[in-house]
């Protein structure tokens, strides 16, 4: 295995972590439909810094940074929506 195959695995393993732990937040807003501790202005924030971080792999040609900062980004979407939605 290359070092480069080593650290696309990295990569992977990484992007997997951080996208699959808003799953249950986003499971919890929709399910309680209480936003009430969720902030609007890091959710805004992070959102942005995610649409950089996905221009940022697709620039470079990074499937893990592609694939991880979509995903999280329609997640973080969905926690954004909810707190929109539901105040």
Known sequence: MSPR???ELLGGAAAFCTTVA???QLVRV???K???DVSLGMFLVFCVGLSLWLAYGLRLGSTPLI???TITLFL???ILAAKLKFG
Request: glycine share 6%; aromatic share 12%; hydrophobic share 40%.
């Open 5 to 7: 195959d080593v650290t």
């Open 22 to 24: 808003f799953v249950p």
């Open 30 to 32: 929709w399910t309680t």
């Open 34 to 36: 209480s936003t009430r």
């Open 67 to 69: 694939a991880s900062n």
């Open 76 to 78: 973080a979407a969905g």
